[in-house]
């Protein structure tokens, strides 16, 4: 279960973990005198336009996305009471488009010994007959972690309004000896094969990550195997963890239970200790109810993210409605903890994407869902743009702190490139982020966006690109910038970065940004790399926000074509 603000790694390894008897429970920071401190009012200025997120106080996980007869279902970790981490229940809203919501009542909260020290995260498995089952992790009066189920009411209701946790079943899944009870949880969505159905809990062994497999004749009775279905040494705890299949070709997504010679599967982990969701391609040997990772992929630390930035405890689902498989990810506050109480709320969701293999094979592609696209308003457009040495265009004539802007750059030589110098790391592209930022002056680059800009450029978050080259290609750099975004004090502004992929034999390179206020969600390369930012301007805010497109690399740089559109606010949808 993820519950902490996000750290950088360095501050989390000293962070000391809330212990019970001992044990560690969940890595979470706990202000008891602040769980259930009701916000009396809300501070609107840095709260997004777009974004999902309640109307006050503390979410972190998105649990259960599901589709269900017409109805996007959401169900996400939240507390009632305060804004802070605490309290927590099932919070449930329900959606037709996943842009338009509707809030519900609480699907689960705690209630039976088996869950009354916490109802945490989990999944959701559509039965045969159209019967909808969650699974989630309840915390016992012990403090042990164990697995439990909930089903709807009523299915006649549209909406599953109200959940029920059977009786006598519960729970259905209990740590056995040698299983670290505190470290025991998350359970993903089922998926059927030979005569059984397959679930993954995550858990730990020491400092080795594990992916514990269960299976199920009825969904009720659950069984360990002999073997986890993965594991990996030296990543600690796997949290989250979610597995599905893709196919090797196209965006269509599969259902959970889909196999075959066109189909490779992910395994992603949400690893405690540096707070980052990773993945791997590999195959599902069936026949051993393994994972095996490619090769050609770090199992770890080191390897693929989903986001380079601000993004947490995700969770996909299998859209049967537009046939794709949707990314929910939890974007947490990098401002302080009174910072959170003062202004009534903290916690964001990133907006749904699709995911799909890229043709390449080596990693994922991700986009916003099309649905967002119907909230776009006031369109500005810049075309053939040049762009040279210090050069700042304004996008003008659009609400700048609450937009969708795509861009593709063009780079008419490659001449110049500056050589990537030996001593840097290729996994460690925040650090050579850092060491470059936005004005140190390269070659090609730094070139991209100045988002949530101030008038004078006292504030901005810079979205870049720089580009090296080594003695076998060239490298590409994307990086998000927050350390410029704010003159506030006491702000966590990390300098984001994750390389990208890209062939430059057109000598283009595209990047979208989402920008909502206190957030800036970027794509790039058509969604090769992806890093999302928490930000919070004092200048740059609503009309006062500016949008520029920027270069401070000694090569020109051409704006080939820019569409930048204000966003609407979603409605509630009745």
């Given amino acids: ?41 809300v501070h609107q200025l840095h709260r997004t336009a777009f974004h999902f997120q309640p109307p006050k106080n503390w979410i972190n996980d998105p649990n259960a996305p599901m589709y269900y007869n017409g109805i996007y279902h959401f169900f996400y970790q939240y507390n009632p009471k305060g804004a802070v981490w605490g309290n927590i229940v099932w919070a449930h809203s329900v959606s037709k488009d996943m842009i338009n919501w509707k809030a519900l009542e609480p699907a689960i909260y705690p209630s039976h010994r088996f869950d009354r020290k916490g109802a945490w995260s989990g999944s959701a498995t559509i039965l045969p007959g159209n019967k909808p089952v969650i699974l989630y992790t309840g915390v016992d009066p012990n403090d042990r972690q164990v697995q439990n189920s909930a089903v709807p009411a009523n299915l006649s209701d549209p909406y599953l309004r109200k959940w029920i946790k059977p009786a006598g079943l519960n729970p259905v899944v209990d740590p056995e000896a040698g299983v670290n009870a505190s470290a025991f949880r998350d359970p993903t969505t089922a998926w059927w094969l030979s005569g059984h159905w397959r679930m993954v809990v995550g858990s730990k062994r020491n400092h080795r990550g594990m992916a514990y497999l269960y299976r199920s004749r009825d969904f009720i009775h659950w069984i360990k195997a002999k073997h986890p279905l993965h594991s990996a040494p030296r990543t600690g705890m796997w949290e989250c963890p979610d597995f599905y299949p893709i196919l090797l070709s196209g965006k269509q997504g599969l259902d959970t239970s889909v196999l075959g010679k066109q189909v490779k599967h992910i395994l992603k982990v949400s690893l ?286 051409i704006v080939e074509n820019l569409n930048a559109w204000s966003m609407k606010k979603p409605l509630r949808m009745n």
């Fill in 272 to 557: 405690d200790v540096t707070r980052y969701d990773y993945y791997t391609v590999g195959t599902y040997l069936t026949d051993e109810d393994r994972y095996v990772p490619d090769n050609t992929f770090i199992d770890g630390w080191a390897g693929l993210r989903y986001d380079y930035g601000n993004f947490y405890a995700s969770k996909t689902f299998f859209d049967p409605a537009k046939k794709r498989r949707i990314l929910w990810g939890w974007v947490n506050e990098s401002d302080t903890t009174s910072d959170d109480v003062r202004k009534g709320w903290a916690g964001i969701q990133a907006i749904p994407r699709i995911v799909w293999l890229d043709p390449n094979q080596r990693q994922l592609m991700q986009w916003p869902i099309q649905e967002l696209e119907t909230l776009r308003g006031t369109n500005v457009k810049m075309n053939h743009q040049m762009l040279k040495t210090g050069d700042h265009i304004e996008v003008k004539g659009i609400s700048a702190a609450q937009a969708d802007v795509d861009v593709t750059f063009y780079i008419p030589s490659l001449d110049k490139v500056e050589a990537f110098n030996l001593g840097w790391s290729l996994t460690d592209a925040q650090l050579l982020c850092a060491k470059k930022g936005s004005k140190v002056q390269g070659g090609i680059g730094p070139f991209g966006l100045l988002a949530l800009a101030s008038e004078n450029l006292e504030e901005y978050t810079p979205v870049f690109f720089r580009i090296f080259k080594s003695s076998q290609k060239h490298i590409v750099l994307l990086c998000s910038d927050a350390r410029s975004s704010s003159l506030k004090d006491g702000l966590y502004k990390p300098s984001f970065a994750g390389f990208v992929d890209v062939d430059l034999t057109d000598k283009k390179l595209s990047l979208r940004s989402l920008i909502d206020h206190s957030v800036v969600e970027s794509f790039g390369a058509g969604g090769k790399t992806c890093i999302t930012s928490r930000v919070y301007p004092t200048l740059a805010v609503l009309e006062n926000a500016h949008l520029y497109a920027f270069n401070n690399g000694t090569e020109t740089i």
């Fill in 1 to 41: 279960m993820a519950v902490s603000k996000l750290l950088s790694l360095t501050l989390f390894i000293t962070f000391l973990c809330a212990v019970n008897n001992g044990r560690v429970e969940a890595t979470h920071e706990i202000y008891p005198q602040f769980q259930s401190l009701s916000a009396v009012s």
